[in-house]
């Protein structure tokens, strides 16, 4: 966890070195997150522990749901960094924006996991069912419809997706029944454990 603090705050230090600002005094910074999940909480937990304000800032944290929306935000000028998946970025920048991808605090992909309702224990299930991302166009979306490209199906055609919301919600809404399946993080996977989700695919390597 304190390798991940640094790195936040070398690199939001980093933002506003360039940018001509300097640590002396305290500058009001917002900074925004796209998911509530355990891999971002190392924002709130360098916020608590002082050492924003130790380097010269005055963090306000924001949650925008979905990395779509904070691309968004970040290309309208609304905020200067946001911590967010890294598709929305770069599917972005291929399309002529200009969003620069500073670090990352993870080594592998978060969102690895698609679950499902306790009926469905094969892919071929899956057809005719509706599966639920956080935002079309955000990366719960993009690796959703990879997941199922590499389980022989065709997004498209085969399933209907739903915009839903965060993780949170999406959990919420598969255990009502809402929705019949969704990609999650590992966090989200030990809390959906207890209702007999169906684990179908782990791990990036498997998509």
Known sequence: MFPNRRLVVALVVLFFVTTGHG??????????????????????????????????????????????????????????????????????NLRGADLVLLGSLKKTPSLTFLVTSKEITRPDQLKGKKLGVSRIGSSSDSILRMALRKLGLNPERDVTILQVGSSPLRTAALRSGNIDGTILNISMVWTTSCVCLTLLRKGSRRF
């Open 23 to 92: 640590a002396e005094t305290s500058i009001p910074l917002k900074v925004a997150y796209s998911t509530i999940a355990a891999g971002h909480s190392v924002l709130w937990v360098t916020k608590e522990a002082g050492l924003f304000h130790e380097n010269g800032l005055d963090v306000e944290l924001l949650f925008i749901q979905s990395s779509s929306l904070l691309a968004t935000a970040l290309l309208a000028g609304t905020l200067p960094i946001a911590t967010m998946g890294g598709v929305a970025a770069v599917e972005g």
